[in-house]
Nanobody, 122 residues
Framework: EVQLVESGGGLVQPGGSLRLSCAASGFTFDDYAMSWVRQAPGKGLEWVSAISWNGGYTYYAESMKGRFTISRDNAKNTLYLQMNSLKSEDTAVYYC???????????????WGQGTQVTVSS
C-alpha cells in the first residue's frame, strides 16, 4: 500500500545542482519523519538526510552538510532533496524512505522507493 516514487535524478556536472522529489502515498504522510539514503556503485547503503514530520528538525550526514537541503511539503505529500555543489562522490542511486516515527530517527525506516539515479560527471 505504501508507495514512494522518486524523481529528478539525472546527469549533472561537478559543481552543479539537482533537486530530487519523492511522491508519497498509502499512509498519512505528515505523521512520519522521512529520510534520503543512497547507494553508490559497489558500495553499501549510506544515510544522507532526515526530516521530522513537520520539518522542524533536519539532520545530514557530515559530507552533505552545507550542500544538501532536505524539505517537505505535507500538503502535497512530497519530500525533496536539493543538492548543490555536487561532486563525483555523490554519484549514486538515491532512495526516499519512510521512517517508523514522526521525530525519533533512531527507530529507522520501514519503506523505501525504487530510487532515482544521480550521476555527477564532466
Amino acid at each position: 500500500e505504501v508507495q514512494l516514487v522518486e524523481s529528478g535524478g539525472g546527469l549533472v556536472q561537478p559543481g552543479g545542482s539537482l533537486r530530487l522529489s519523492c511522491a508519497a502515498s498509502g499512509f498519512t504522510f505528515d505523521d512520519y519523519a522521512m529520510s534520503w539514503v543512497r547507494q553508490a556503485p559497489g558500495k553499501g547503503l549510506e544515510w544522507v538526510s532526515a526530516i521530522s514530520w513537520n520539518g522542524g528538525y533536519t539532520y545530514y550526514a557530515e559530507s552533505m552538510k552545507g550542500r544538501f537541503t532536505i524539505s517537505r511539503d505535507n500538503a502535497k505529500n512530497t519530500l525533496y532533496l536539493q543538492m548543490n555543489s555536487l561532486k563525483s562522490e555523490d554519484t549514486a542511486v538515491y532512495y526516499c524512505a519512510k521512517n517508523r516515527d514522526g521525530s525519533d530517527f533512531d527507530v529507522g525506516y520501514d519503506y523505501w522507493g525504487q530510487g532515482t539515479q544521480v550521476t555527477v560527471s564532466s
